[in-house]
C-alpha cells in the first residue's frame, strides 16, 4: 500500500476536517506524518508536501513510475500470486514464518474472524476505533474475485459518537448502510463514502486481499523473531519486519496452528512519540461455511435502496464452500434450461475514438478486446502503456482488438499527444469516466479482457513491469485459443486508434 492519499478516493467536507485536523496534530513532526501506517484510512492522512501532486509529472523530469495502491483498492479482484519462495527452503526464520502465512492464506477460499482496530500514541485521537465481524469467500463466478462483508461497530475518531456498520464488498460495487438517511446505499467502489464505510474498511486485514498476500512483507529488508506468545489461547510466532526502505516497521503474531496471522500492528515513530496501529483477529475460522445471504447486506425493515452504477449482483460463495443447501425443489425446472454462463457480460460502453468516430463494445464483437483504464496524469499508468503496446504487436495478426481508455483528463490534448509522441499504435477511446464505474475501476491501470461474445474474461488491477504483461498476454492467448481457427485468425481492424 502506499504512503499517499489515493486520488480516487471520495472527498468531501468531513474528509478535508478530518485531514486537517490530523496535519495540525502531527506538523511539528513531518517524519511522523510520512510514516503513517498503510491500515489508516485515506482520509486521516496528512498532506504531505512533497507529494501534494503525487502522479502529476513535471515539464523536463523524468520520474520512475511507483505502483498505486490504496486501502479502497484491495476491495478489488486478486490474482494468481507471484512466485515469492518456498517457505520450505527459506533459511530466515522470520521470512519463512512470513512465506508460510502467505501460503496458507492463498489456499483459503473463504475466512471468518473477529476484528478490532485502533491506534496508540499520537495517532490515537484521530485514528478510526472498530470491532467486527468480518466474512470473505471466493466468488463462485470467478475465484479471483474475494466478496467482503463487515459488520460491527466503531468510531471515524476519538469522540464521535460510535455508530454501527453494514458493508459488504461484491464483485462490483460496495453495499452499506446509512442509518441517518434510513437507506441501503449500493455504488461502484469509488463512490462508495460516509462514516461507517471507513470503519468497516478500517477493521479488515487489507493483506489478505493482496494478489500475492503479505508481498510487502515477503520482500522486506530484515526480519526479527521474537519470543513467541499466546493470543486467545492460540501459540503464534511473532515477527518483527523492516520494511523496503527502512522507514517502516511492523510486527506479526502468526499462529502455530493453521499459520494465519492473528495480529499485526504498524510502528510509528517521531518527535510527538511513538505508538503503533493494531489490528487483532479471534475466531479465526478459514473455510468458514458462508451462505450469500453471509455475504450481503440485508434491507432493513423501513429503509429503502439507493442505487447507483451497475447493478450489484448477488454474491455466490464457491459451492466447494458453501453452507449446506436445503433440498432443491425441481419442480419448476426444465430440462432444457440453458446453462449459466461461466462469464459476466462485460459492461457495455461507446465510447469517441481518438482517430475518430465512436467505438462501442457490441461493434467488436467477434475479437478479443483488451481494455486499458488509465490517465496520463497518472506516472504507473504512463510507463505500463509500453508493454501494453508490445501486447499490441504480440497479436497484431490475430483478432484481438487493444484500447487505452482515458480518465480524468482535463482536456483530449494530453492522452492524445502522449500516444501520438510514442509512437503506439493500440487504440485510444477518450471520456471514459463512466465506463470505469460500470466495470468497478478504483486503482490505475486496471486491464479488463473480454471474449468474442462480451463476456467479461479476465480483469488485472495495478501494473508491475514485466508480471502484469505477462498476466495480460496469458489472459489474451487463452481466449483466442477458445476461438476456433477461422475465428482467431486475420489480422484486427485499425479503427479507433
Not at 28 to 48: E, S, V, Y
Not at 54 to 70: E, H, K, L, M, T
Not at 112 to 136: C, H
Request: aromatic share 6%; hydrophobic share 35%.
Amino acid at each position: 500500500m502506499a504512503n499517499r492519499p489515493s486520488p480516487d478516493s471520495p472527498a468531501g467536507p468531513a474528509r478535508r476536517a478530518a485531514t486537517l485536523a490530523a496535519a495540525a496534530l502531527l506538523c511539528a513532526g513531518p517524519a511522523l506524518a510520512q510514516d503513517l501506517p498503510n491500515t489508516l484510512p485515506d482520509r486521516l492522512r496528512p498532506p504531505q508536501p512533497s507529494q501534494s501532486q503525487p502522479n502529476q509529472s513535471q515539464p523536463g523530469q523524468s520520474q520512475p513510475a511507483q505502483p498505486d495502491d490504496s486501502p479502497a483498492d484491495r476491495a478489488r479482484p486478486v490474482h494468481p500470486p507471484a512466485t515469492t519462495g518456498n517457505p520450505d527452503e527459506e533459511t530466515d526464520p522470520g521470512r519463512r514464518i512470513i512465506l508460510q502465512s502467505s501460503r496458507a492464506i492463498r489456499e483459503l477460499n473463504s475466512l471468518s474472524y473477529r476484528s478490532k482496530f485502533f491506534g496508540t500514541g499520537p495517532i490515537e485521537q484521530i485514528a478510526p476505533r472498530g470491532d467486527g465481524l468480518v466474512r470473505m469467500a471466493r466468488s463462485e463466478r470467478n475465484e479471483r474475485v474475494w466478496v467482503q462483508r463487515a459488520t460491527g461497530t466503531g468510531m471515524p475518531k476519538a469522540g464521535d459518537p460510535e455508530l454501527t456498520f453494514d458493508v459488504s464488498w461484491q464483485e462490483v460495487g460496495v453495499e452499506w448502510v446509512d442509518h441517518a438517511q434510513k437507506k441501503l446505499m449500493a455504488r461502484p467502489l469509488r463512490q462508495a463514502k460516509g462514516p461507517a464505510y471507513q470503519v468497516a474498511g478500517a477493521v479488515r486485514l487489507l493483506e489478505l486481499l493482496d494478489a500475492t498476500p503479505l508481498s510487502k512483507e515477503i520482500q522486506a529488508e530484515g526480519f526479527t523473531l521474537e519470543s513467541p506468545t499466546e493470543l486467545d489461547g492460540v501459540p503464534c510466532q511473532v515477527v518483527l519486519i523492516t520494511l523496503a526502505g527502512g522507514r517502516t516497521q511492523t510486527r506479526w503474531w502468526i499462529a502455530d496452528t493453521d499459520h494465519l496471522p492473528r495480529k499485526m500492528s504498524r510502528l510509528f515513530s517521531g518527535p510527538n512519540g511513538s505508538g503503533e496501529i493494531v489490528i487483532e483477529l479471534t475466531e479465526v475460522t478459514p473455510n468458514a461455511p458462508l451462505s450469500a445471504a453471509d455475504l450481503q447486506v440485508q434491507l432493513p425493515p423501513g429503509y429503502s435502496r439507493d442505487e447507483a452504477g451497475p447493478a450489484i449482483v448477488p454474491p455466490n460463495a464457491r459451492r466447494d464452500i458453501d453452507a449446506p443447501a436445503a433440498t432443491p425443489d425441481n419442480s419448476n425446472h426444465r430440462a432444457d434450461a440453458p446453462p449459466a454462463p461461466a462469464h459476466p457480460a462485460a459492461p457495455a460502453f461507446e465510447l469517441p475514438a481518438a482517430a475518430g468516430g465512436k467505438v462501442s463494445l457490441a461493434s467488436l464483437t467477434g475479437h478479443v478486446v483488451v481494455l486499458q483504464f488509465w490517465g496520463t496524469w497518472h506516472l504507473p499508468s504512463r510507463a505500463a502503456c509500453a508493454d501494453l503496446q508490445a501486447l499490441t504487436r504480440q497479436f497484431e495478426n490475430q483478432k484481438v482488438k487493444v484500447f487505452a481508455l482515458s480518465i480524468r483528463e482535463r482536456d483530449d490534448g494530453a492522452p492524445r499527444e502522449f500516444i501520438r509522441a510514442n509512437n503506439y499504435t493500440f487504440g485510444l477511446l477518450l471520456d471514459a469516466d463512466k465506463t470505469a464505474d460500470a466495470y468497478g475501476v478504483a486503482r490505475y491501470p486496471t486491464y479488463a479482457v473480454i471474449g468474442p461474445g462480451g463476456e467479461l474474461l479476465d480483469t488485472i488491477v495495478g501494473y508491475k513491469k514485466d508480471e502484469t504483461f505477462k498476466k495480460l498476454a496469458e489472459a489474451v492467448a487463452r481466449a483466442v485459443a477458445a476461438m476456433s481457427p477461422t475465428q482467431a485468425t486475420g489480422p484486427a481492424p485499425t479503427d479507433g486508434g
